[in-house]
């Protein structure tokens, strides 16, 4: 059943795109026997999406040698991760891996290397640079150097990016777990700097390394309850909607945002909470126009201002 559920929400969309198809070049395709395909179409037959009634069903025509669907039910787009649905199980998948004795290590690798190939794929022509993030094997070795502190019990010095002050520091810190909230890896520690408990992504940091003394978190140092969720909104602060063009879509992935809406042509627009509004207009000023403010007003004129201001700068520049 493991393998049969991911063939049959492909293969709607594709016979749709290969209308009239030969049964047997189609299980060619799908690995799998005629006699196996003709059972998975008999069990499409009966399926669609809910609220739908009888007449309303997948509607295939597979009689005689060849496949044709007359009517898709909705099923017409082929499974697709978003660019956060993937980072989230390949974080899972990793983690997952890690664990010794849990799972077929091989497996897990072989399914985290499809999923790195799609998402890569699929992702935008844009590349973040200079906020921090760190992918593949730069964030592993990150989580193996925290794992082996945290079984040794030995505080570590990190290098840490903070997104929403748009700076570097350096820490102190003395680990106390690993965790997963919301599809991102996280160490969880005392920091001698904040005198408190602090969340720091994995792939945020830097830098890190491990430091001979031990570990020594205070006893009144309680762990994050992250049931809810990891961001709690504020009173204070203030809240954008943006229309992210395809080459800015990492925004919504890599800062956190109250919602997400799918738009034509691979853009999405997000609600996103903001406490400094200069951070916020840096932000997308960086963007070369690839973000589109809706809302508040005031901050797409502040934008305005300031692109203005800079493309006279550097006409000035130029004329000198």
Known sequence: MSDRLPRLLALVPYLLARPGIKVVDAAADFGVTEKQLRKDLELLWMCGLPGYGPGDLIDLSFEGD???????????????LTGA?????????????????????EAVRRAVAKIEAAAGLAQPAGVVVGLGVREGEDT???RRIVQTALTAQKALRITYYTASKDEITERTVDPMRL??????SYLEAWCRRADAVRLFRLDRIDEVTQLAEPASPPPYAE?????????TPQP???????????DTRWISEYYPVESVEELEGGRVRVRMRYSDRAWMVRLLLGQGGEVHVESPPDLADQLRTRARQALELASNLAST
Not at 85 to 105: H, S
Not at 236 to 246: F, G, K, S
């Open 66 to 80: 060849t496949i044709t669907v007359a009517f898709d039910a909705g099923m017409s787009r082929p499974l697709r």
């Open 85 to 105: 649905e993937a980072t989230a199980l390949l974080v899972a998948l990793r983690a997952l891996g890690e664990t010794p004795g849990v799972v077929d290590g």
């Open 140 to 142: 592993a070795e990150v």
């Open 179 to 184: 965790l997963i909230v919301e599809g991102r």
């Open 223 to 231: 762990p994050t309850d992250v049931s809810s969720g990891l961001f």
């Open 236 to 246: 204070d602060q203030l809240v954008a909607t943006l229309v992210l063009e395809p």
